[in-house]
């Protein structure tokens, strides 16, 4: 059974930066990909970015390209998600995600788009971005 704990959250301030870590166990080779995944109350839970266990590939929202980073550290099995310039409407509480993700070619748009390809989910950390 596997184990995602994320941690970073917090208050800050728009235009600020925040980096979120989800530590993982016992899902490394049931798993291909991880994603961190947002969600606002009375909102559908939105993909933000996945990346690739195996090969490192990435994929990005369009609301957070160019701004946000997901990136791994094999050796600590953590997935981080670097937030700079952060906007008011980046407020959300943030999911951790693994699963066996289908791979082909622009694979990452289902990635970010299908909640149900994924086996695991952390509890989730808040952000929380003020003007």
């Known amino acids: 059974q596997a184990n995602l704990v994320e941690s970073g959250g917090g208050s800050v301030q728009a235009g600020g930066s925040l980096r979120l870590s989800c530590a993982a166990s016992?899902?490394?080779?049931?798993?291909?990909?991880m994603a961190w995944f947002r969600q606002v109350p009375g909102k559908e839970r939105e993909g933000v970015a996945v990346i690739y266990s195996k090969t490192g590939t990435t994929g990005y929202a369009d609301s957070v390209k160019g701004r946000f980073t997901i990136s791994q550290d094999d050796a600590k099995n953590t997935v981080y998600l670097q937030m700079n310039s952060l906007k008011v409407e980046d407020t959300a509480m943030y999911y951790c995600?693994?699963?066996?993700?289908?791979?082909?070619?622009?694979?990452?748009?289902?990635?970010?788009?299908?909640?149900?390809?994924?086996?695991?989910w952390g509890r989730g950390t808040q952000v929380t971005v003020s003007s």
């Open positions: 016992g899902h490394k080779y049931s798993t291909n990909g």
């Open positions: 995600a693994a699963g066996f993700l289908p791979v082909y070619e622009g694979s990452w748009r289902r990635a970010l788009s299908r909640e149900d390809d994924y086996t695991y």
